[in-house]
Nanobody
Framework: VQLQASGGGLMQAGDSLRLSCAASGRTFGIVAVGWFRQAPGKEREFVAA????????TYVDSVKGRFAISRDNAKNTVYLQMISLKPEDTAVYYC??????????????????WGQGTQVTVSS
């Protein structure tokens, strides 16, 4: 499975941005797809995840109400819609996929595939 992340950019506080993660290859069996981010000097953290059916999502508290994860199974693509961006959202965003459930993805204890990162920079 290959994951291709895109959509990052240089934004201003309050702007909106949508990231995309396109999956290719043998995606059968993938249970969860999500986003993580890593800010300079910080550890990578979980941001959001969605199950393959698209009927269950989970978010880190700091983005609840501002970020929304969704998927288009026809396109094998997962999106992260971000609104009301803040400077603290500045990070490299990575998409991830796994054969385990959302709880495992949130904990980061097992991630089977990582995409390359896409930089999101939010200026104040």
């Amino acid at each position: 499975v290959q994951l291709q992340a895109s959509g990052g950019g240089l934004m201003q506080a309050g702007d909106s941005l949508r990231l995309s993660c396109a999956a290719s290859g043998r995606t059968f069996g993938i249970v969860a797809v999500g986003w993580f981010r890593q800010a300079p000097g910080k550890e990578r953290e979980f941001v959001a995840a969605i199950n393959w059916r698209g009927d269950s999502t989970t978010y880190v508290d700091s983005v609840k109400g501002r970020f929304a994860i969704s998927r288009d199974n026809a396109k094998n693509t997962v999106y992260l819609q971000m609104i009301s961006l803040k400077p603290e959202d500045t990070a490299v965003y990575y998409c991830a996929a796994g054969y385990t459930n959302l709880d495992v993805m949130v904990a980061g204890t097992r991630i089977d595939y990582w995409g390359q990162g896409t930089q999101v920079t939010v200026s104040s």
